[in-house]
């Protein structure tokens, strides 16, 4: 038995737990046990994050007391000891392995703020080469303007050189509308890009390695419904709004839900609200052949379903924004192409 004791150091008094009485005589199972629970009841941790196998823990201990005090034999005294304490263990493991399941989702967060981070200095230095090239139309255009000059005094100079003054300004002229079609193109696609960036704010969407996804939650929906709360319709506008603007965008839709309840009915869930938002789509005048819907259910967890606010997190609907070629990466092998069907069931 001494090989499941914990660590030297845990001097605690000899008292039973709750409302237990003090035992009459000292049994160090009995105290070792009653020690490992009192500290599994004094980590804060612990109490956070396992209360239901530190109460499993705490009633093996209420029954080992009973028992010593009842007198039963010694082993089964010892046998309902070791459960105690085996169960404060597992509330202490419990505790730092949920401990540990949240660094890993914060990292996670982490690492999606530093790449949307990175695709932001891609966006500046794009700009960055847009001025670039601003600058080297305007260049060309004053290098232009010192050709035609030029010519213009060789003219002058010798009559015979009027055929060379003609060349240099038709060079000059070409070289100006190509300094002018760089600085309409360099415009065009900054404005392009400020217009495609703001759009994706609006929306709060996030890069993920599918494309730009739009995040619903389950605030947005009634309770165990598919109906959409006004925030919820506020997003489907927008998202309207931003595919009337980019024709070429398709969008799939995707319900997912927590663990809780009948597996059949979590699925059905996520399908009517993968549905209630297309359809929406659909009542603002978007083609339906550029929507795609369906539901998960209970597959694909962003976050633990061991707590309510992990499991608020996996009640979501997702709306992934294609590429400019209407191209949606799938959760398989294959992405999904000018995906046009409509919803299942």
């Not at 196998?53 to 070791?82: C, G, I, K, P, T």
């Amino acid at each position: 038995m001494k090989t499941w004791k914990l660590a030297a150091g845990l001097a605690l008094p000899a008292f039973a737990l709750g409302a237990c009485a003090v035992m009459p005589e000292h049994d160090s199972e009995l105290t070792d046990a009653r020690a490992a629970v009192v500290a599994a009841q004094n980590d804060p941790k612990v109490v956070e994050l396992a209360p239901t196998e530190l109460n499993q823990a705490v009633e093996a201990m209420h029954r080992a007391d009973r028992a010593w005090s009842d007198h039963r034999d010694v082993e089964y005294v010892h046998h309902l000891a070791y459960l105690a304490w085996t169960r404060a263990a597992i509330a202490q493991e419990t505790a730092r392995m949920k401990e540990a399941e949240a660094s890993v989702a914060s990292a996670t967060a982490e690492r999606d703020r530093v790449r949307l981070e990175a695709r932001t200095r891609e966006a500046q230095r794009a700009q960055a080469r847009a001025a670039s090239a601003e600058i080297s139309a305007q260049r060309a255009q004053a290098q232009a303007e010192v050709n035609r000059r030029q010519a213009i005094v060789a003219q002058q100079q010798a009559a015979g050189a009027t055929q060379a003054a003609q060349a240099a300004r038709s060079e000059a002229e070409q070289a100006q509308q190509q300094a002018a079609l760089a600085r309409a193109q360099a415009a065009n696609a900054n404005e392009h890009a400020q217009a495609l960036q703001a759009a994706l704010a609006e929306l709060q969407a996030r890069p993920t390695d599918r494309g730009m996804v739009v995040t619903m939650g389950d605030l947005l929906f009634d309770t165990g419904s598919a109906h959409l709360k006004p925030g919820g319709e506020r997003i489907v506008d927008n998202l309207a709004d931003f595919m009337r603007t980019y024709p070429q965008r398709r969008v799939a839709i995707e319900g997912f839900t927590d663990s809780v309840g009948n597996p059949g009915y979590n699925q059905d869930l996520s399908e009517r609200r993968a549905d209630a938002v297309r359809l929406a789509l659909i009542d603002r005048g978007i083609d339906p052949a550029r929507i795609v819907a369906r539901g998960y259910g209970e597959e694909y967890p962003v976050a633990s379903n061991g707590n309510v606010a992990g499991r608020q997190m996996n009640r979501r609907v997702e709306v992934v924004i294609s590429d400019v070629n209407g191209v949606i990466g799938s959760r398989g092998s294959a992405p999904l192409a000018n995906v046009g069907r409509g919803p299942r069931g």
